[in-house]
Every structure is written in C-alpha cells, then in structure tokens.
C-alpha cells in the first residue's frame, strides 16, 4: 500500500493511529491507497501497544421499553462521533446489572455503560476489579470506577404532584414497579410532594414497567377505593392503565382520572393517549455519561439530569392554580 500511495510504511502506520500528525495530502493519499486495495486495519497491534480498544460495552436488558432503545440510538451515535465503537452486551435482568459481571470480564474493552443499577457491594467489587470506568443509567451502588448519571426523577415527581393537585385531582395513586433506585426516587418525590400539601395516604399498586402491568396495577387500585389522580413509574405503565380504565372500567381520562407518565415516549404522543409525561433529556444525559468516561476521582454522587414537563391532554381537566 506504501508503494501504490507513494509514501513511506510510517506514514502508513500514523494514517491509521488515531491523534497520530499526519498531513491532509499524505491522509488522502493514503486513504485513496487503501480503498483501491479493499484494506482494512487490523487493530490487535494497537490493542496490544495502547492496551485501548476504542470499544465501549453496553449492557441492558428491557428492550421492551421503547426508553431503553431510545437512548440507546443516542449513544451509539454519540460513541462514533466520538471514534468508539458499541458492543452490546444482552442482559436477561432489566433492573440489575449482577448476573453478566462474568461476561464482561471476558473483553477487552475500556469502559461499560448500562441502564442498569448495581445492587450489591460485591458486584460492585467485581466490576471495579475489571478496572475499567463503569456508568451506570440508574443510581445504585457506586464508588472506585462505577458513577452514575441519572435523571432527576425525585424532582420531577414532585412537580407530578403538583401538577395533579393543580388539576383538580384530590384522591391520589400511584403505579410503581419492582424494588430500583429510580422507583424509589420516583415515588419518594410524588409522596414528599402530596405531604406537602396534606396528603398523606395514596393508593399504590406495583406493576413490571410495562404494558400489561400498568394495565393490572390500574385495577388493582380501583379495588383500594377510586383515585381521580394517577402518577406512573413510566410511560408504558401509564399506557396500559389508560387502556384499562377506559375499557374496563369505563370512566373517561382526563373528566373522571387524571394520569401521568414519565420518558416521554413516542407512543405517549399519539392522539389516543396524549398522555402527560416527563422527557429525559438523552442528548444531555449521554454527553454526561461520556465525561464521566474519562474521570477517575472518586463519584461523591450522582450526576442528576433534570427533566422536562410535558403536559398533555391526560392532564388537562382544570387550569386553576393550587
């Protein structure tokens, strides 16, 4: 290829070693050179004298929830433009990241981002053994190379409440999921909020962050009393709820309940839903991530990213302020 480009074999070298200095006439020459020859790098040498492979493991499970898919688009767009490559590692669990520390420690990559939280001191452990940067989607345990960035979801619960008080609503539930740091931020900020304002009891029913469970969890606080007012751990949750108070319940959303979601997901802006909910600001919270991916002080918290309030026709029974 040297010889068909009419440059030396360093230049060669440095045309493809990322930061290397070479001119843009040698580069294209170079570049020309090796698209004629059909020549592909091979990176073990790189690999091997940097110990960096450039290449970011992704671990998630849940791609059921159009959010974990999303986001994922984001990131995979933000680690080219960044010169990384994705390797996706499948996870049964969309809550933990637990049960693939094995696998992960079979790659060489140089860092592992995941939705997932990190529950045990033992697993965090393990995963700072790899010593890699581990950033995590979903606070949990963290400490050494595993920080966390996440969405600001206690805050905007808080402003959930608000809004539904706003709205008229004065019996209050609430669709959770299975034990998470996020669950737990999400319902302690909707619950501190309805305190507040002199609401101590609400009904609570637990889902599975999706369809069906919303759809079931809705019922499930219709047999507790009757709420006028309904806060969702996500958007799929509140989907299916919506669904099963409309068509087996038979009461109308937003007259007879008021609901709301949170990821902002595209289906929760079709007409059939219009649904409140709160938008995660991916681009932000992936910038934020990858920051995070050079950093090697010590995480004293979580990097919380606020989100945006999106109201819709789910919520819109009343416009008198509280």
Same mark, same amino acid.
């Given at each position: ?6 440059? *030396? ?11 290397? @200095? ?33 290449? /970011? ?62 529950? *045990?001191?033992? +697993? ?25 960035? /996440? @969405?600001? @979801?206690?805050?905007? *619960? ?8 706003? $709205? ?19 319902? !302690? ?15 609570? $029913? ?23 007012? /309904? ?37 929760? !802006? ?5 649904? *409140?909910?709160?938008? !995660? ?6 910038? $934020? ?26 919520? @819109?029974?009343?416009?008198? +302020?509280?």
């Amino acid at each position: 290829m040297a010889r068909l480009a009419g440059v *030396s074999q360093s230049a060669v070298s440095r045309t493809f070693t990322p930061g290397a @200095s070479v001119s843009p006439v040698m580069r294209e020459k170079v570049v020309a050179a090796a698209a004629a020859l059909g020549y592909q790098p091979n990176l073990i040498p790189r690999i091997m004298a940097t110990g960096r492979s450039e290449i /970011i493991a992704v671990a998630a499970g849940g791609f059921y929830n159009p959010y974990f898919t999303d986001i994922l688009e984001v990131l995979v767009q933000m680690l080219r433009d960044a010169g990384k490559q994705m390797m996706l590692v499948h996870t049964e669990s969309d809550l933990a990241l637990d049960g693939v520390v094995s696998e992960l420690a079979r790659y060489r990559v140089d860092a592992v981002v995941t939705p997932l939280s990190i529950r *045990s001191r033992s +697993v965090a452990d393990a995963l700072n053994a790899l010593r890699i940067p581990i950033v995590t989607l979903n606070a949990g345990v963290t400490g050494g190379l595993i920080r966390a960035v /996440i @969405s600001d @979801s206690e805050t905007a *619960s808080a402003r959930a409440a608000q809004l539904l008080c706003r $709205a008229g609503g004065t019996r209050f539930g609430y669709i959770g999921g299975p034990e998470s740091p996020q669950q737990n931020l999400r319902e !302690q900020g909707f619950a501190r909020q309805l305190s507040i304002r002199g609401v101590h009891e609400y009904a609570r $029913a637990i889902g599975n962050f999706d369809y069906d469970g919303g759809y079931r969890a809705a019922l499930q606080l219709f047999e507790q009393g009757r709420p006028d007012a /309904i806060y969702c751990m996500n958007d799929l949750a509140a989907l299916g709820a919506m669904d099963a108070i409309r068509s087996r319940l038979g009461l109308r959303i937003p007259e007879d309940v008021l609901i709301m979601g949170y990821d902002n997901i595209a289906m929760s !802006q079709w007409p059939t839903y219009d649904l *409140s909910t709160f938008d !995660q600001d991916k681009p932000a919270i992936v910038r $934020a991530v990858l920051a995070q991916l050079g950093e090697t002080a010590p995480q004293l918290a979580p990097i919380r990213i606020p989100a945006s309030l999106i109201e819709r026709r789910t919520t @819109s029974r009343s416009t008198e +302020v509280a």
